[in-house]
């Protein structure tokens, strides 16, 4: 039974699935050919991660694809309810890579406060001809610890945020509908644990009393942050977005950076992505990465193993 891994797959899940029994083809197939690759192939189950899109054209015109799944969290790049209609299975990871996003949100947070997102684009430039003076405009840095972080949506992700967080000695408010109290562990190096009972605040509250916002939410059909949730927070807020692009008004977002309602934005996802604005991507105070909030080894290991499991329960 063949298995394309179209976006890849750690080499620990290929050797898992080899060892049950499964084919596992790495190559990556262009979006246009995925359908002829399929037919030809007779592959029953297809792994994808953002990049490939799953839709019903697709699902209609291969009949040998008995499973999807989606090395990661948001499945909003494939048509999940139609494909479990046609009796295929749908799976994905949202346990694998909570840890690393949750890292490069403080990735973000830690250089924007420091201002290294501007510092790494004029060091180059001007740091052996203008050092005193680089010195003195990144000297007003400010400390995370005793700040308070502000979390739209505490899935998996949001939680595994909040726990640095509260780490690094921050306080913490969230904002998420279907999660009214959680208790979020901390562990620790030498087996302690510290346990913070935690309640749902309202959205307001949050965008009114962090200092920091970040946003942990799947595809949305409106943004959760526009013009009127930007004019609620306090001024010289830093808000990070690793989550999905379009749940943040980029738009609205430039002109907060602008006025200084926002002192420094962090974005991993874009709305026009692969192909952000050049406004977002040449802008001074927006910290970027390419989507690469799973990408650690660590995470695409879990990831590769936990999607071998699942397939193999399955399809076995």
Known sequence: MKILANDGISASGITALVSSGFEVLTVQVAQEQLINYINEHQV??????????????????CPTLKLIGRGGVGMDNIDVAYAKQKGLHVINTPASSSESVAELVFAHL?????????????????????????????????????????????????????????????????????????????????????????????KSEVLKK??????????????????????????GVGIVNAARGGVLDEVALVSA????????????VFES????????????????????????????DRIGMELASQIKALLR
């Open 44 to 61: 029953a189950g297809l792994l994808v991660r953002s990049a490939t899109q799953v839709r019903k054209e697709l699902i209609d015109a």
């Open 110 to 202: 830690f250089g924007g406060v420091r201002f290294l997102y501007d510092a790494n684009r004029n060091m180059p430039l001007d740091g052996d001809s203008n050092f005193k003076q680089l010195k003195k405009s990144y000297a007003n840095g400010i400390e995370l610890r005793g700040k308070t972080l502000g979390l739209i949506g505490f899935g998996r992700i949001g939680q595994a945020t909040a726990r640095i967080a509260l780490g690094v000695g921050m306080k913490v408010l969230y904002f998420d509908p279907l999660i009214e109290k959680t208790t979020l562990q901390l562990l620790f190096f030498d087996d302690q644990t510290i346990q913070f009972n935690l309640s749902s605040v309202s």
């Open 210 to 235: 962090a200092d920091f916002i970040t946003l942990h939410l799947p595809a949305q059909k409106e943004y959760v942050i526009g013009n009127k949730e930007f004019e609620m927070m306090k001024d």
């Open 257 to 268: 950076l602008e006025n200084g309602k926002v002192s420094f934005a962090g974005l991993d």
């Open 273 to 300: 992505e692969p192909t952000p604005e050049i406004k977002i991507l040449m802008h001074p105070k927006i910290s970027l990465t390419p989507h690469i909030g799973a990408a650690t080894l660590e995470a695409q």
